[in-house]
């Protein structure tokens, strides 16, 4: 009995941390920068450095990263130097994929403690925003044009913009709604107002844009410079010039 209680204190000992441990170890801090949420577009890199702080140089931490829940190659990131007063770990996710966009967790583990100090931060990989128009809009002269432009955005997009290709004057300009639409408005429009459109659609990342052309119907203007040239003594030949 006594060689049995030996080895049960033996164990026991070996999980017991002293209060000034506990007291040392509840001063560490692991602090991520970006803080995120991360938004970042597909192919760009982010890089995340995470910052250790409240260490005692006689403890020892081993650095790891999770993506989702698994660990994360330790070739892809830096280790904290412990030497260093402020020792940080740097992950770079380069060429983003969509399948990129999760949870990234930045530990100091050390060996033997079940509540490691830990930061985490959200990456989320995202489309260039994308403009869509219709090919051609046809309208009478006269009437009211409205060219409608839909987007697939995310972050949603901050500004929509309108220009004549032509003369790339900005016809519109303004940020989009729900009561806000993407069109744009030409009332009693013109011949001279038919011709190529760009809508162009931003948000806090990118930009897209797609061009539509407009056609002013119209009816025909009577011919000019008409002239007659005789051919014989029924017959005359027309010419004129088309307007």
């Given at each position: 009995m006594p060689s049995l209680l030996l080895v049960l204190s033996a164990v026991l000992s070996l999980n017991v941390w002293s209060s000034s441990d506990l007291a040392c170890y509840a001063q560490v801090m692991v602090t991520c920068d970006p803080a995120g949420p991360v938004e970042r577009l597909i192919a760009s890199t982010v890089v995340i450095t995470c910052a250790l702080s409240g260490h005692d140089s006689g403890y020892s931490f081993v650095t790891k990263w999770s993506f989702k829940g698994q660990e994360i190659?330790?070739?892809?990131?830096?280790?904290?130097?412990?030497?260093?007063?402020?020792?940080?770990?740097?992950?770079a996710l380069t060429a983003l994929a969509l399948d990129d966009s999760g949870l990234y967790t930045c530990i100091a583990d050390r060996i033997g403690d079940?509540?490691?100090?830990?930061?985490?931060?959200?990456?989320?990989?995202?489309?260039?925003?994308?403009?869509?128009?219709?090919?051609e809009f046809r309208f009478a002269e006269g009437k009211t044009a409205t060219l409608s432009c839909s987007t697939e955005s995310l972050p949603a997009p901050v500004s929509i913009k309108w220009t004549n290709k032509d003369s790339e004057e900005v016809l519109l300009e303004e940020t989009p709604n729900p009561s806000n639409p993407l069109e744009l408005i030409l009332p009693n429009?013109?011949?001279?107002?038919?011709?190529?459109?760009?809508?162009?659609?931003?948000?806090?990342?990118?930009?897209?844009?797609?061009?539509?052309?407009?056609?002013?119907?119209?009816?025909?203007?009577?011919?000019?410079?008409?002239?007659?040239?005789?051919?014989?003594?029924t017959s005359i030949k027309l010419k004129w010039s088309v307007p």
């Open positions: 190659d330790t070739s892809r990131f830096s280790s904290f130097d412990l030497n260093d007063n402020s020792p940080t770990s740097t992950l079940p509540d490691d100090p830990m930061d985490t931060v959200v990456v989320n990989v995202r489309d260039p925003p994308v403009a869509m128009v219709d090919a429009v013109t011949r001279e107002e038919s011709g190529e459109y760009i809508c162009t659609v931003s948000n806090e990342l990118s930009s897209g844009e797609a061009t539509t052309t407009l056609v002013v119907l119209c009816p025909p203007s009577p011919p000019s410079e008409l002239t007659s040239i005789p051919l014989n003594e």
